[in-house]
């Protein structure tokens, strides 16, 4: 058989005009660019480069043009008109937010142990921070942006415990949040048994207990029992 390859168009599918919208976004603390800043054209977007410059082509309308970044305010200006085969201007500056401490201790439910685990800060569905607890007392601590939501995610480092989360708002002051995380049985700590070894709680009436001898290899400390008899 033979095979034809055409190309054709709907009468209705040309593209209609546009314009383009472009500029910059800057910090005002510091005047340097931002990266990575969202800049929202009616329902059309896009994003700085390492420049803080963006270029976005949109129909011709008006638009209440946006820009925003984690950690800055958002700003917008309104009734911006975009015109045919005309470039238009639009340059932002974005204010840093205010920062606030956040800090806490991850441990276990059954004896209280610190955890090593990973800490992960989620702002609207993107992990925005991370910090890892010190294995040694399962402290952790980060600096984020003041009066923002954040979803806390703690992932145990170790088997043995299951995850946990915790939404917050975070206080202008600072604040703190601990995590206490359930075991799940997985751990090789998880069962103990007893072994060989001798019991003994030294609260009987007598004392030394049976079986036992008290010895002063020295020094002025006399170990005597808390009962009295």
């Known amino acids: 058989w033979q095979t034809r390859v055409a190309s054709f168009k709907f009468e209705n599918c040309n593209a209609g005009p546009a314009g383009t919208v472009e500029g ?11 990266e ?3 800049v929202e054209v009616g329902p059309f977007s896009t994003t700085t480069n390492g420049d803080g410059f963006y270029t976005i082509l949109v129909p011709e309308d ?13 700003e917008t200006a309104t009734e911006i008109e975009v015109l045919d085969e ?4 639009v340059d932002f500056g974005l204010t840093p937010t205010a920062e606030a401490g956040l800090d ?6 059954i004896y209280g142990w610190p955890l090593y685990a990973r800490v992960e800060f ?10 890892y607890t010190n294995p040694f007392n399962g402290y952790f601590e980060t600096v984020l942006p003041a009066s923002t939501p954040y979803e806390i995610m703690v992932y145990p480092m170790i088997e ?14 600072g604040q703190t949040e601990s995590f206490v995380l359930n075991d799940n049985g997985a751990g090789d700590w998880y069962q103990c048994q ?32 808390a009962i009295a008899v």
Request: proline letters at 5%.
């Open 24 to 34: 910059t976004v800057t910090n005002t603390a510091t005047g340097n660019p931002i």
């Open 36 to 38: 990575g800043a969202t």
């Open 62 to 74: 008006t638009y209440d043009v946006t820009a925003s970044k984690f950690g800055f305010s958002t």
């Open 86 to 89: 005309t470039t238009t201007s």
């Open 104 to 109: 806490g201790f991850v441990t276990g439910a």
């Open 122 to 131: 989620v702002f609207e569905g993107d992990a925005v921070a991370m910090a």
């Open 160 to 173: 043995g415990y299951d995850p946990a989360s915790r939404e917050i708002v975070l206080d202008p002051a």
């Open 194 to 225: 007893w072994v060989d070894g001798i019991v003994e709680d030294f609260e009987g009436e007598t004392f030394p207990p049976e079986g036992w001898e008290n010895v002063n290899n020295g020094g002025d400390c006399v170990w005597d029992s």
